[in-house]
Nanobody, 122 residues
Framework: VQLQASGGGLVQAGGSLKLSCAGS????????IGWFRQAPGKEREFVAA?????YYADSVKGRFTISRDNAKNTVYLQMNSLKPEDTAVYYC???????????????????WGQGTQVTVSS
């Protein structure tokens, strides 16, 4: 499956952005989809994921919402109350084989989109 992330941009603290991850080349509903982010000088970290349920990093819980539209082969990440520390390149990723206990680990994902930059100014 190929993934295309979009929707990033520059926003002031407290603002909102909605990221999209469009998939092609596979039956999207069969995949767990995750969002990860990587800030300069830091490791890639888990943000949110959707398999049969939704999963969130503690740092974004209550502010971000992941959703999917299987008919459109698209997963969304609605980001509200953005903070400067949310600034990063955001990636979507997909896997058919992850077990739920490993859904937060980037190494468990087989397919990655190209990333979209999110910058939150203070």
């Amino acid at each position: 499956v190929q993934l295309q992330a979009s929707g990033g941009g520059l926003v002031q603290a407290g603002g909102s952005l909605k990221l999209s991850c469009a998939g092609s080349g596979g039956t999207f509903s069969r995949y767990a989809i995750g969002w990860f982010r990587q800030a300069p000088g830091k490791e890639r970290e888990f943000v949110a994921a959707f398999k049969w349920n939704t999963y969130y990093a503690d740092s974004v819980k209550g502010r971000f919402t992941i959703s999917r539209d299987n008919a459109k082969n698209t997963v969304y990440l609605q980001m509200n109350s953005l903070k400067p520390e949310d600034t990063a390149v955001y990636y979507c990723a997909a896997t058919q084989s992850v077990i739920l206990s490993g859904i937060r680990a980037p190494a468990n994902y087989d397919y990655w989109g190209q990333g979209t930059q999110v910058t939150v100014s203070s």
